[in-house]
């Protein structure tokens, strides 16, 4: 760790809040060189949807290694591009009724999101992007004039514009829905604000703290996009390969974005993959118009494709991680319960967020939980809302384990801090 606070930056994050050297890992068990067993709640922020180094996912990967296939080849043909492709189409989109083009982009969600917003552009002639309160779509410069956080927002050292924020769902309080404010604004010709190219939503809100929209919600902004000749952008970078139980977390609502931005576990293996879905009509693009190095990287796309064949061809898998998810719902709404219900607990599927309403809180049960062997992260804000992101695919006995001991780590708070709630 010396190594660590000599020579990387300042701007290091996460080997702050769980200081460990981890040097191996499988499914849901991160080991420390110390030998330390720690389970991992955070999941790589949702990179590792079906665990670390899957050994299903990993057959194909070293078998492709070491075959001498091609590993860079910028956006040329390669079989494995071909395989995940007609993979992704069969398995993912036919059985859903959806048809896209695919886009890959540079390896970062970011990357993705910046091309989505492009093309929004090159496509409707407008500037303006709306999103919403709360929201987190990376950290190159369009992405962060897209998102909330006024931390980030201020680091970026140039003004950000080109985007107007809008609340999102339950923002102004149940009693108001948000998204009759939206359709005011933007009907009316002297809001003062300018038509948009687009609107990017979440339909969870990760880092934003696990604020769930409502299905009519969601499909209020999808209709209010198309009646002002907007493109609805769905950014299922964190939300999505199953997070929320299905494939998409727009299905639920039977949703039909005009372009869909992938990354996170797209890879099925914690490799950089990241990816636009576009409605045809929509692929407004000249040849070469956006461009990377690292575009379509073909050891994720060989994991990204075995990924699908094993979890998404039947709906046994999508079943089970909404059991799961059910099972950590109610274990938590029974830990919020008996301590008076003054904590909420928001999310869907395996997603799930406990509201600590303070900092101090969600700070000292997370840190707690590391020293106790889990790995948490917290969101929201002020990082008030501690975050449970495990793997897809962790066994029960594993998730009960987390959750005791995250319960004790928050009893153990609460019993020396005074909740000073507003
Ligand atoms: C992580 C994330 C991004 C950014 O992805 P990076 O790979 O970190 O650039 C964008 N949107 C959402 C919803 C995310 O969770």
Request: net charge neutral; charged share 20%.
């Amino acid at each position: 760790m010396q190594v660590i606070e000599d020579l990387e930056s300042n701007v290091r994050s996460y080997s702050r809040s769980f200081p460990s050297i981890f040097s191996r890992a499988r499914g849901s068990i991160m080991l420390t060189d110390d030998g330390r067993k720690i389970i991992d709640f955070l999941s790589g922020a949702g990179a590792l949807n079906y665990g670390h180094n899957n050994h299903r996912i990993r057959a194909a990967l070293t078998e492709y290694l070491a075959s001498d296939a091609v590993i860079h080849g910028l956006d040329m043909a390669t079989p494995a591009k071909l395989e995940f492709m007609k993979t992704f189409s069969s398995v993912i989109l036919k059985e859903r009724d959806l048809q896209y083009r695919f886009q890959f982009t540079g390896p970062t969600g970011a990357n993705a999101i910046e091309a989505a917003l492009k093309l929004s552009r090159k496509v409707t002639g407008r500037q303006n992007i709306i999103s919403f309160t709360h929201g987190y779509h990376g950290m190159s410069l369009g992405a962060i004039a897209a998102s909330g956080s006024r931390f980030y927002r201020t680091a970026s050292g140039v003004s950000l514009s080109g985007t107007t924020f809008m609340p999102y769902d339950g923002y102004l309080g149940s009693a108001l829905d948000t998204a009759d404010y939206l359709r005011t604004i933007l009907l009316d010709e002297s809001s003062g604000i300018d038509y948009p190219a687009a609107i990017l939503v979440e339909t969870v809100q990760g880092e934003g703290g696990i604020n769930v929209a409502r299905r009519e919600w969601l499909q209020s902004v999808q209709a209010i996009a198309k009646a002002v000749g907007a493109l609805f952008i769905v950014d299922d970078i964190q939300m999505g390969c199953g997070r929320t139980g299905e494939f998409f977390s727009f299905e639920f609502a039977a949703l039909s974005p005009d372009i869909v931005v992938l990354s996170k576990s797209l890879s099925g293996y914690g490799l950089p993959l990241s990816m636009l879905l576009i409605k045809e009509e929509f692929d407004a693009w000249r040849p070469g118009e956006h461009t990377g190095t690292f575009r379509g990287n073909n050891l994720a796309l060989v994991s990204a494709a075995a990924a699908l064949d094993i979890y998404w061809r039947c709906r046994t898998f999508s079943r089970g991680v909404e059991c799961m998810g059910s099972l950590m719902r109610r274990r938590l709404e029974a830990i919020a319960s008996q301590h008076g219900n003054v904590f909420a607990v928001r999310g869907r599927g395996m997603v799930l967020g406990f509201d600590c309403r303070t900092t101090e809180i969600a700070e000292t049960t997370t840190r707690k939980a590391f020293e106790k062997g889990l790995i948490i992260e917290r969101c929201g804000p002020v990082d008030q809302v501690v975050k449970f992101l495990p793997a897809l695919t962790i066994d029960s006995d594993t998730l009960n384990q987390g959750l005791e001991i995250f319960e004790e780590a928050l009893t153990e708070t609460l019993k020396q801090t005074k909740l000073a709630v507003s």
